[in-house]
């Protein structure tokens, strides 16, 4: 689990399937906790138009042996700059990956979409049912309010 970014100088991916994500031992293991990362200018561009998308990203984590490193997630993220895809395979597969790679005892990433023709779409995902004892704090994003 040596990580490729910490401590290095990087590049921000070409594409999220370039991305690598770096893990470490987490380091209170048998403590469940919840991890939180907000990105709140994640960008992508329209599959159709390849005009920019752009969110605001809530991930949400219970560790089990590893954690995310920050770095790695914050290049992993920028990749998505260049990437068409719709939000909700944005979304999705962000989380799933995450989830996948990292295996947490659970994950959930809440995507709350900027208008796109005038309407917002807001994308949820999550890995099961939040485990018992942990904090869930509600992710914080108000709704979009437009001019109103």
């Excluded at 031992?25 to 991890?35: D, I, K, Q, S, W």
């Excluded at 990105?39 to 159709?48: A, G, I």
């Excluded at 560790?63 to 719709?86: C, M, T, W, Y």
Aim: net charge neutral; proline share 12%; glycine share 10%.
């Amino acid at each position: 689990m040596t990580p490729k970014h910490l401590g290095q100088t990087s590049t921000l991916p070409a594409s999220p399937e370039q991305a690598v994500l770096d893990y470490v031992p987490n380091p209170r293991p048998g403590h469940p906790y919840l991890v939180r990362f907000t990105q709140p200018e994640f960008t992508s561009l329209c599959p159709v138009t390849g005009q920019p998308d752009f969110a605001h990203l809530v991930i949400d984590y219970v560790p089990d042996a590893s954690i995310v490193e920050s770095k790695s997630l914050k290049l992993f993220l920028g990749s998505f700059r260049n990437h068409q895809a719709f939000h909700e395979d944005c979304t999705v597969g962000i989380g799933e990956r995450l989830f996948r790679e990292m295996a947490p005892t659970w994950l959930r990433i809440g995507g709350y979409w900027y208008p796109r023709g005038g309407m917002p779409i807001d994308v949820f995902w999550q890995s099961g049912a939040p485990p018992a004892g942990v904090w869930l704090p509600d992710q914080g994003v108000a709704p979009y309010r437009g001019r109103g």
